[in-house]
């Protein structure tokens, strides 16, 4: 078994201008030491056709760059045509396909495939249930303290599958069927004049004491904060965690993804990268609280984690 | 066939409340984090629940039991042993929301009649039908994303029976993929039974205002001349591009009473109550009005006037979800 640890790119959480999307997958190919890149709306069903004329492009060029790609299932399937789309996803078969939801992970028994962070895995039952269908990679969702992560990673282990931690980008924190940009704007999730497309990073949150909280992406809610674990990679890596997942952002990721994996090979400290991720990430700061058992907003240092 | 009406239950007293007012079945949780409402002073110890279920059995009604959060990764014993005792004490049915949960209530109960819970956001055939072929799930319990049109697709092709959520606090988040309240206090309903727990909130004076906050974060502030709720996260008053407003849900109640006909011609089963952690008298009052409500609608297929604004949150009602403008 490999004992590379990989890095991997999550999908684009916004609507970012298909030129700027092309554009950027275009410098990730050329640039970013990436393993695996998974692609695919994820947010927001009514972004999909914006992005559908450029996706075989994008992989082809991330492919001929020697990244695997992933197409990833939406969050969230409730209409007809959200569920053909998934049905489409799931039969075109030429590559490998993450599933975000629990109507993709029926689909897709019997083959193998990746679960998605969208899907609740919590616990060793319900890893090796999955397991059992043909899931072969789990990305575990951030809300996982490291206790939670270690017990999986060993049963995945066991099982002959690999785990993944998100370490960079804002934390999906909930769906719903309902559109916050839309709703900011005064408007409906139906006539909703596409206004997400304005905050490339989300729409900031705060509350009535001026303290930023949270961040907007339609039908999703996030964090504030960056999540960034990048002190905790040689504890992931003794963990046996064995992908670390990148979420993509309007910050320099070429820098992001090279930083990360001088951390994984051991060329760079990872208290180093987080210092210098602070000064990159100049809209919010950095977060890694739900790793360690706080609130995910907190950013426990290295200090509070030797006396823990 | 009549809707049936499903009732909360968080102490006994309120269980035989809600029997006594017209409920057909009640739902409730062990004193413990196996359920999504792990609030002080609330929900069944063994013994209490096997009294229930006689109370209940006695007069022709039904209890479901809810072990609804995620069982924590090397701790399975609690939920393990709430689906055993569960099933021991007779429920009519447990409500669960986990893979690993499921697989081991059918593999060892399998008599043992299956809901699905809300929290596991079954929200689409494909999914509804993973649970019933997996593991013989009879009845689902939708989240609340779905439009009644949605829902009428997901009755015809699953064959599952399907249970809707009617009246009661609203969760506009779909329920059990958010970790909002884990994000600010780090307990989570998934995993410890909680949102935006009592135990992180505080409320501080500020010259006439009152600010309510969960954590450190501020989640309302509240004028002289207003009544201060209280601080759930979703349902705060928060700034966006400049505007403050209730941005993820205002403090309103779930009634989709004027939804019965569509409901019913969704093929819809049954319907729910949220409300475990409310009082026997909310309860009791909640209960036997919807209950007149749905006897009326029987008999002649029209929606009754029925009055509970003095039960509704904030006084103020939406149907949610179930009509597309919610969105």
Redesign the interface.
């Known amino acids: 078994m490999e004992n590379r640890s990989l890095l991997t790119l999550g999908p684009v959480l916004f609507n970012w201008p298909v030129d700027q999307w092309r554009d950027f997958y275009a410098r990730m190919a050329d640039e970013a030491p990436l393993d695996v890149v998974y692609l695919g709306e994820v947010v927001c069903s009514k972004r999909a056709p914006f992005f559908e004329d450029a996706i075989p492009d994008v992989i082809e060029r991330l492919t001929s760059a020697g990244k695997t790609v992933v197409l990833s299932s939406p969050?969230?399937?409730?209409?007809?045509r959200?569920?053909k789309a998934?049905r489409d996803l799931v039969e075109a078969g030429e590559l490998g396909i993450e599933a975000n939801?629990?109507?993709?992970?029926?689909?897709l028994a019997g083959r193998p495939h990746a679960v998605g962070p969208?899907v609740?895995v919590?616990?060793?039952?319900?890893?090796?249930?999955?397991a059992a269908r043909g899931a072969t990679t789990v990305s575990l969702?951030?809300?996982?303290p490291a206790?939670?992560v270690g017990?999986?990673t060993k049963e995945a282990t066991r099982l002959g599958m690999q785990t993944e931690v998100q370490v960079f980008g804002r934390?999906p924190?909930?769906?719903?069927?309902?559109?916050?940009h839309a709703?900011?704007?005064g408007l409906?999730?139906?006539g909703c004049q596409f206004v997400c497309g304005q905050d490339h990073d989300g729409?900031?949150?705060?509350?009535?004491?001026?303290?930023p909280?949270?961040a907007?992406n339609g039908l999703q809610?996030m964090?504030h904060t960056y999540l960034c674990l990048a002190a905790e990679i040689s504890q992931l890596q003794r963990l046996g965690v064995s992908r670390f997942r990148l979420s993509p952002h309007t910050v320099d990721m070429v820098r992001v993804a090279r930083g990360f994996r001088a951390v994984l090979d051991g060329a760079l400290d990872g208290a180093d990268l987080a210092a210098e991720l602070t000064g990159l990430v100049t809209d919010a700061p950095l977060a890694n609280?739900?790793f360690h058992?706080?609130?995910?907003?907190a950013y426990i240092g290295a200090h509070e984690r030797m006396s823990a | 066939m009549a809707f049936e009406l499903i009732c909360p239950a968080g102490t006994p007293a309120a269980l035989r409340a809600a029997v006594d007012a017209g409920a057909d079945a009640v739902y409730c949780g062990f004193r413990d984090e196996t359920n999504a409402r792990n609030f002080p002073g609330l929900n069944f110890s063994r013994e209490e629940l096997g009294e229930a279920v006689a109370y209940a059995h006695a007069r022709g009604r039904k209890v479901f039991v809810a072990i609804n959060t995620y069982p924590t990764a090397g701790n399975l014993g609690p939920w393990h042993r709430a689906v055993d005792d569960a099933a021991r004490l007779k429920a009519d049915a447990v409500i669960l929301a986990d893979l690993g949960l499921l697989d081991y209530a059918a593999t060892r109960h399998p008599e043992l009649r299956l809901h699905l819970s809300v929290q596991a956001s079954a929200a689409n055939a494909e999914a509804v039908k993973l649970f019933r072929d997996s593991f013989g799930v009879q009845r689902v319990v939708l989240p609340r994303v779905l439009t009644v049109a949605d829902i009428k697709g997901l009755t015809a092709e699953t064959g599952v029976e399907v249970e809707v959520f009617v009246f009661g606090g609203l969760c506009p988040m779909a329920e059990g993929r958010c970790s909002l309240s884990s994000y600010a206090t780090g307990l989570s309903p998934n995993k410890q039974g909680v949102c935006s727990p009592a135990s992180h909130v505080r409320y501080e004076p500020r010259g006439d205002e009152l600010i309510s906050r969960l954590g450190d974060f501020t989640i309302n502030v509240f004028g002289a001349d207003e009544p201060a709720g209280y601080p759930t996260l979703c349902k705060g008053r928060f700034a966006a591009d400049g505007r403050t407003s209730y941005l993820f849900e205002e403090p309103t109640s779930l009634n989709a009473l004027q939804l019965l006909p569509e409901l019913k011609a969704a093929g819809v089963h049954a319907l729910k109550i949220e409300g475990r952690q409310r009082g026997k008298a909310y309860i009791a009052s909640v209960v036997q009005t919807y209950r007149k409500a749905l006897d009326a609608f029987e008999r002649n297929g029209k929606v009754p006037n029925v009055d509970l604004d003095a039960v509704v949150e904030g006084a103020r009602e939406t149907a949610g979800a179930y009509q597309r403008s919610w969105r």
Do not use: M
């Not at chain 1, 939801?101 to 689909?107: C, E, F, K, R, T």
């Not at chain 1, 729409?203 to 303290?211: I, M």
């Not at chain 1, 058992?293 to 907003?297: C, K, L, T, V």
């Open positions: 969050i969230l399937v409730t209409t007809d959200e569920r998934v939801d629990l109507g993709a992970v029926a689909q969208f609740n919590y616990n060793e039952a319900t890893l090796g249930w999955l969702g951030a809300e996982l206790d939670s017990l999986l934390v924190l909930a769906i719903s069927a309902r559109c916050y709703r900011v704007h409906h999730k139906d729409l900031g949150v705060e509350t009535l004491d001026d303290q909280f949270l907007v809610t964090s609280g739900f058992d706080q609130p995910g907003a």
